[in-house]
């Protein structure tokens, strides 16, 4: 009989968007005259651009005549957009070397799969509330994980303590749930507490194109040192509505060189490189095709249309919420909406106060961790007639 890992018996019983989905089915089924509006699970509404169309109908093209079929691609992703993304990075400021991209099929899998290039004994710091893929993915492996509060006295933005040590860092910015966004002097603080602890940050910056303050760090790489400590990851989901479409990527810089135990430098992107060579055949040609085109000035300003109308649903949302007096976190720079239940309700008895009662599905805080159990997230990526909706029977409710 096979041993088995048995971290996967400290797992919650379902993931958390499973669950949100089992919840609606079972009252859609019982109440099918009722229409649902749902503003809990952060996937896209709009279509694509046409920029990013018309580069998966190249990639497609490409494949039908013998002189331009792709077969096996590299597994780092194509140089082309791989250098499409470092100009884009050097268009905000920041210099990124394209050796150090690797394209993937979504952050989602490589924030995951990252911890892979760690042993199990680090010592893991997560912030709570947060992704609940940070949590489960090293609870699959054992290990100790130290949260750290981010709760209304800091924002929603927990800072280093230097008395507690870590090695690897988790943080979010702007953050899911809580929309709140990391100011430069915050992270500067915290690569200052990565380069003393000799420690990593894990930087998730999937949401950064929602950053409308030029003074806001849209990656952790506008701050000195932070090629020494820290990988980031990003995604054009949210960028760019490839939720389906899938394509995301991670930056690994050559700098981030630790000592093994006997003494050996190891190389992190050179760990990574050989992790995904192993495991990953690379992202499809045809939708890293359509990838590079909405790295094109005209592909992302059709991409900043798109968030555009999610920031005006935001707007909506968040005018409702300001006229209820139910103080919110985020809106401004991210998609998401973080506020307390009304009437001390708990996460999950708001859930389904609001789907029995208004038909309006939003995300209990309690699946993203402990701080966040009187807490609840609404998204702003449904159109504006069903958020205007929402928001209507919202204010009917309370």
């Known amino acids: 009989m096979p041993k088995l890992n048995e971290n996967y018996q400290r797992l919650k019983e379902s993931y ?145 303590d230097k008395n507690v040590h870590a090695d690897i860092i988790y943080l979010c910015s702007p953050n899911n749930p809580t929309g709140a966004v990391y ?86 992107n050179a760990m990574w490189n050989r992790r995904q060579s192993t495991k990953f055949n690379g992202t499809s040609y045809i939708i890293q095709s359509g990838a590079a085109a909405v790295f094109t000035e005209e592909g992302m300003k059709q991409c900043m249309d798109n968030i555009r109308y999610y920031q005006e649903n935001a707007r909506i949302i968040g005018d409702m919420l300001s006229k209820k007096n139910i103080p919110f976190y985020g809106g401004v720079h991210s998609p998401y909406l973080w506020f307390e239940c009304p009437d001390g309700m708990d996460s999950w008895t708001f859930f389904d106060h609001l789907l029995n009662n208004a038909q309006v599905v939003g995300t209990p805080g309690a699946g993203f961790g402990k701080n966040g159990q009187n807490y609840f997230r609404l998204t702003s990526f449904g159109n504006h007639e069903n958020t205007v909706e929402a928001m209507r029977r919202f204010g009917e409710l309370f």
């Open 183 to 268: 100011n430069k002097d915050q992270l500067k603080e915290w690569v200052d507490y990565a380069l003393e602890h000799d420690a990593v940050i894990l930087f998730d910056s999937a949401y950064e194109a929602f950053i409308t303050d030029p003074e806001l760090p849209r990656s952790i790489f506008a701050v000195e040192g932070a090629k020494r400590c820290a990988v980031e990851f990003c995604s054009l989901s949210k960028t760019a509505g490839f939720t389906g479409t899938r394509c995301g990527y991670t930056i690994v810089p050559k700098e981030l060189r630790f000592k093994a135990s006997n003494g050996e430098i190891m190389s992190l």
């Open 16 to 160: 958390l968007f499973a669950e949100i989905a089992h919840r609606i089915s079972c009252y859609t089924k019982e109440h099918p005259d009722k229409q649902v509006i749902r503003l809990g699970i952060g996937d896209v509404t709009l279509p694509l651009g046409s920029c990013a169309l018309n580069g998966l109908h190249e990639g497609v093209d490409a494949m039908a005549a013998s002189e331009t079929f792709k077969g096996y691609g590299p597994e780092q992703g194509y140089l082309f957009l791989r250098e499409s993304i470092a100009a884009y990075y050097e268009r905000n400021g920041v210099s990124i070397d394209p050796g150090d991209i690797f394209i993937s099929d979504g952050a989602k899998s490589d924030t995951g799969n990252i911890t892979e290039l760690f042993a199990d004994d680090n010592m893991i710091l997560i912030p709570d509330p947060v992704y609940p893929v940070y949590v489960d993915s090293n609870t699959m492996f054992g290990r100790r994980i130290t949260y750290m509060d981010g709760n209304s006295e800091n924002n929603f933005l927990p800072m280093p």
